[in-house]
């Protein structure tokens, strides 16, 4: 059977809007409902809701249609709303432009754990199914002048429509935009219409900026002990998850038995891998950092290289640096080829074969190394370690998160977290070979994870919003016999309890080589 439709410009535009409305933003809703439930007072106000946010999607389609354009703007706004929409809803996530950064900078390993039936059936009945009726719908046309007037009095139309409601209801609509701005994040297609172009935005504005070079005049000074330090960028690792930190699973079997120095109250930079690691690199404090200021001035491992005294290397068993080491040695470990801890995927112990010829080959130098772990990615959580380590039972096994129980995704959570505690005392192990120098081992998190408290998965919210569990992290410090008494253990042992933060780490590296720089504040060196 053939199938055709015939209709103008602004009723096709105007059944695409309700279709966004009705199913598109059921995030949107449930998240407005929490606030303001269905009562006899509040169903007017929702109701206009509906009317205010149709009244924005349909000036934006209109604003931007024409003969060349409609159908193309309607169809990928569609198709790309079908995913927005699955992600909030199954996980409760926000895209907003640090998402669309941290997406854009996820390899394709990464992605194919999010991949489901589930998502199938929403890219299905939400993208696929109406984009093919909007694309067999024959649109009519008038004559130029009069689908212009035509475009005029629809335009005029829903913003009449729009400001009416605003009037009518204003005293919900002033604390609806003044004290409740985070429900318009979950607003579809709008919200991430807007992140994209703020996100477009962010990266052209600065595309001329000069690269700013910091820390030319750091020097080593002190040449009598070799230093050895071992930084390791754990990935989801959430703080009260570890058994270090009094949680009732035993997840840290392996470091309880290692004289470490366990920072307990540890804060991540941001709550995505593309925000953070650029952040806990770089000179600026989580404060005043941003993406562009990070991407055009140098890092802590910019200020090492200038001593000319410190051989650097980046291994990554993640997605990658993402920008911190494009100026020294890089390895990329998420391949056979470099990994030979490779199964199902490539595990973390296998960046550390063959540190020891690496060590070796640089005798005449200090050393930073630099491993970044697959760790806990999720939703995954079941892949991220050996059958060995399936210590916590029973697992949630699917990237459907929401299909488990608390429990099970717990679980498959904590014996990554198990597997993690094996990899780290293994660094721990290596580090205590070379007992002739001083040597560190050092740990932080990029973020922390939600575990479906309160409905939210994964991580990414943005900041200011985002639960505890995304943003305190795991971290500690192990210092071997020599460095401890160099450094004074005891003293650095008194901060485990304070409130630290990402902001520490570009001033504690410096500090741990003592490194001589302006750039160095010893304020923010939890090893002074």
Not at 507 to 523: A, I, N, R
Request: hydrophobic share 40%; net charge positive.
């Amino acid at each position: 059977m053939k199938f055709s439709l015939r209709m103008s410009q602004q009723r096709l535009i105007f059944f695409v809007t309700l279709f966004f409305i009705l199913f598109d933003n059921y995030p949107f809703f449930s998240n407005v409902l929490k606030v303001y439930p269905p009562t006899m007072g509040n169903i007017l106000f929702l109701c206009s809701l509906g009317v205010v946010l149709g009244s924005v999607i349909y000036i934006l389609f209109t604003l931007l249609s024409s003969r060349y354009t409609t159908k193309p703007i309607l169809i990928t706004t569609l198709l790309v709303s079908s995913f927005t929409t699955y992600f909030m809803n199954t996980y409760n996530v926000v895209i907003d432009n640090s998402m669309i950064r941290n997406a854009l900078q996820t390899d394709i390993h990464e992605s194919m754990d999010l991949l489901s039936f589930k998502l199938l059936l929403y890219v299905l009945f939400l993208g696929l199914l109406p984009s093919y009726v909007v694309y067999k719908t024959e649109i009519i046309y008038r004559p130029w002048k009069k689908e212009l007037l035509a475009k005029l009095k629809a335009l005029l139309g829903a913003f009449i429509l729009a400001i009416l409601c605003l009037i009518a209801f204003s005293k919900y609509y002033a604390s609806f935009f003044r004290e409740h701005k985070v429900l318009r994040y979950y607003s579809n297609p709008t919200y991430w219409i807007y992140s994209i172009g703020y996100y477009i935005q962010d990266s052209l504005k600065n595309k001329n900026h000069t690269f700013k070079r910091i820390g030319l005049d750091a020097k080593i000074e002190d040449n009598t002990t070799r230093k050895i330090v071992f930084m390791i960028v754990g990935e989801a690792a959430r703080a009260d998850h570890f058994s270090l930190n009094g949680y009732k699973k035993e997840t840290n079997p392996k470091l309880k038995t290692q004289d470490l120095i366990n920072f307990e109250k540890m804060y991540s930079c941001g709550t995505s891998t593309a925000y953070s690691v650029p952040c806990m690199f770089s000179p600026y404090t989580r404060s005043n950092y941003s993406y562009q200021k990070a991407k055009y001035t140098e890092n802590v491992l910019d200020v090492l290289k200038h001593t000319g005294k410190v051989a650097i290397l980046w291994r990554d068993n993640n997605s990658d640096s993402k920008g911190v080491a494009l100026r020294v040695r890089y390895e990329d470990y998420k391949t056979p080829k470099n990994n030979p801890a490779c199964d199902d995927e490539c595990r973390d112990i296998g960046m550390l074969v063959g540190l020891e010829q690496f060590i070796q080959k640089n005798k005449d130098k200090n050393i930073l190394i630099i491993l970044h772990q697959m760790g806990n990615h999720g939703p995954a959580y079941y892949k991220r370690y050996t059958k060995e380590y399936e210590k916590f039972t029973p697992v949630c096994k699917t990237n459907q998160l929401e299909q488990c129980s608390k429990e099970s995704i717990a679980n498959a959570y904590d014996n990554a977290l198990l597997y993690s505690d094996n990899f780290l005392n293994e660094t721990i192990n290596l580090a205590k070979k070379y007992d002739t120098a001083d040597t560190a081992v050092l740990y932080m998190s990029d973020h922390g994870e939600s575990l479906g408290e309160n409905g939210i998965y994964l991580h990414g919210l943005p900041y200011f919003i985002a639960p505890d569990a995304q943003k305190h992290i795991g971290a500690f410090l192990w210092l071997n016999s020599r460095f401890a008494h160099d450094l004074n253990a005891t003293k650095i042992e008194e901060k485990k309890s304070q409130k630290l933060s990402h902001d520490y780490l570009f001033h504690t590296l410096l500090g741990l080589f003592g490194v001589k720089t302006k750039v160095y504040d010893p304020s923010l060196d939890i090893t002074r």
